[in-house]
């Protein structure tokens, strides 16, 4: 029903910044929560950021809290992730997630997802 494309990962320096995209296709609306995940190596995935349009509902992981900017574009169907003062622990595969309702913090609440994105942060 709704396919999920991530895209703008790479390799930058410690304090560089990327900003992710993720394309929605598919049934997409404005009562949608888009998150966004990682998972580095032996790690389990974490939430990273989220928002949701109508009714607005935002949130971001302590961890990345004043780094990190989620933002969307309901025209182009798309939800960014600006990520500023990237540090070697951000090194993940950045996934983004689609789902019916509020954020949640939990990968199993959401109901599509995409690839994922490498994101290498060196020191």
């Known amino acids: 029903q709704v396919q999920l494309v991530e895209s703008g990962g790479g390799l930058v320096q410690a304090g560089g910044s990327l900003r992710l995209s993720c394309a929605a296709s598919?049934?997409?609306?404005?009562?949608?929560?888009m998150g966004w995940f990682r998972q580095a190596p032996g790690k389990e995935r974490e939430f990273v950021a989220g928002?949701?349009?109508?009714?607005?509902?935002?949130e971001y992981a302590d961890s990345v809290k004043g780094r990190f900017t989620i933002s969307r574009d309901n025209a182009k169907n798309t939800v960014y992730l600006q990520m500023n003062s990237l540090k070697p622990e951000d090194t993940a595969v950045y996934y983004c997630?689609?789902?019916?309702?509020?954020?949640?913090?939990?990968?199993?609440?959401?109901?599509?997802w995409g690839r994922g994105t490498q994101v290498t942060v060196s020191s």
């Open positions: 997630a689609s789902r019916f309702g509020p954020v949640a913090r939990t990968g199993w609440a959401y109901d599509y």
């Open positions: 598919g049934r997409t609306v404005s009562r949608d929560a």
């Open positions: 928002n949701r349009w109508n009714p607005s509902n935002t």
